[in-house]
């Protein structure tokens, strides 16, 4: 099994066993996947901005040609030097051409595979789990130890120190997307450079919630029956990094939080002491279109469409090919629904 524990990917990483040329980088942590797999970029070419030496390809032109991905591999580069293929697997099945290129592996250039969220037996993990001459990295959201170290290399980098108390907060506002979390963290060294000591006030100026920011988007848009950014806002998520299971329980957790606060409405809150009442409260610059979806939902309609959107999360884990759109259609099919009630 070439499978890598969680352990061994860095080391992995930083320097790639030229034994397995192929490599298959997966996950539902879309940033980490993007990572890992720019790492293994720099890691196993001199200059990936030379074509000769670097080439991309969807996953869709080796649907219609299985046969290009071995070609590519075994194309001898025209100044010499080290060579690497990047595969977009996208949605479509490219197990054919990945098991020829198994059958027949280069041992002048690497093959580096950047997937989704796979199934254990979906048939590209499963191939490259088994084959001596591929190895499988998985990319599962960071843990507490994966966020600390990352905030300690980040923050060591820029000469900073960060007190208890801010370290804890940061640390509940980071995971989920490895990118974004570093993007705050960035921005956050930027913010503090020349203090020396981050303190809580600093979190609070300008770390938003890295697991969550770029889902609130497609969700407001999408309870708040707002049908035309949708679509707008499902792309800039998806273009983030954010999985489509991501989206859909980012869609979960909005919809258990508007029953929550239509049930207080309903006891006597206001919309706004309702808002209050989920943990984190409201932020502020939702609190509109929040406010919107809350006038336009009733507590039975909401209990449907969580429903609805289990039943969408499930068919998107069963069939990850379609998971996109699975994803994109239930949040349509919502904001139609709240459209339906407002007219």
Same mark, same amino acid.
């Given at each position: ?17 030229? +034994?397995?040329?192929? &490599? ?18 720099? *890691? %196993? ?56 290129? &198994? ?7 690497? $093959? ?34 994966? /966020?600390? +170290?990352? $905030? ?10 960060? #007190? ?8 509940? /506002? ?32 300008? &770390? ?12 407001? #848009? ?24 991501? $989206?859909? %329980?980012? *869609?979960? +957790? ?40 809350? +006038? ?19 068919? *998107? ?27």
């Amino acid at each position: 099994m070439t499978a890598l524990k969680t352990s061994d990917i860095d080391r992995f990483i930083a320097k790639p066993d030229p +034994r397995q040329p192929i &490599v298959l980088v997966f996950g539902p942590d879309a940033g980490l996947v993007r990572e890992r797999v720019d790492a293994l970029v720099q *890691a %196993s070419v001199d200059d990936a901005g030379d074509p000769f030496s670097f080439v991309r390809i969807e996953g869709e032109e080796l649907t219609a040609n299985p046969a290009r991905l071995v070609e590519e591999a075994h194309t001898v580069p025209l100044f010499g030097g080290r060579r690497a293929v990047l595969v977009k697997a996208g949605g479509r099945n490219i197990t054919p051409a990945v098991e020829l290129a &198994v059958a027949q592996p280069s041992t002048e250039c690497r $093959i580096i595979i950047e997937a989704g969220d796979l199934r254990r037996n979906a048939p590209l993990r499963a191939l490259c789990e088994k084959a001596k001459v591929a190895a499988a990295l998985p990319c599962y959201a960071d843990s507490e130890r994966d /966020l600390a +170290r990352l $905030i300690d290399d980040e923050l060591g980098a820029a000469g900073l120190t960060i #007190a208890p108390d801010a370290r804890a907060a940061l640390m509940s /506002l980071l995971g989920g997307d490895r990118l974004a979390s570093r993007g705050e963290l960035r921005k956050l060294t930027l913010y503090a450079q020349g203090r020396g000591r981050i303190e809580h006030a600093d979190i609070a100026a300008v &770390v938003s919630d890295a697991s969550e920011l770029a889902l609130d988007g497609v969700v407001d #848009a999408a309870f708040a029956g707002r049908t035309g950014e949708v679509e707008t806002e499902f792309a800039k998520a998806r273009a983030g990094g954010s999985s489509p299971a991501a $989206i859909i %329980s980012a *869609a979960i +957790r909005q919809v258990a939080n508007l029953h929550k606060m239509k049930l207080a409405m309903e006891g006597g809150d206001s919309i706004d002491f309702a808002m209050k009442r989920v943990a984190p409260p409201v932020h502020f610059s939702r609190a509109e279109i929040v406010g919107a979806a809350l +006038r336009v939902w009733s507590p039975a309609r909401l209990l449907r469409s969580m429903a609805q959107l289990a039943d969408a999360s499930l068919e *998107a884990r069963r069939n990850a090919p379609l998971a996109e759109t699975v994803a994109q259609r239930v949040l349509l099919s919502i904001a139609v629904s709240a459209r339906k009630r407002e007219s």
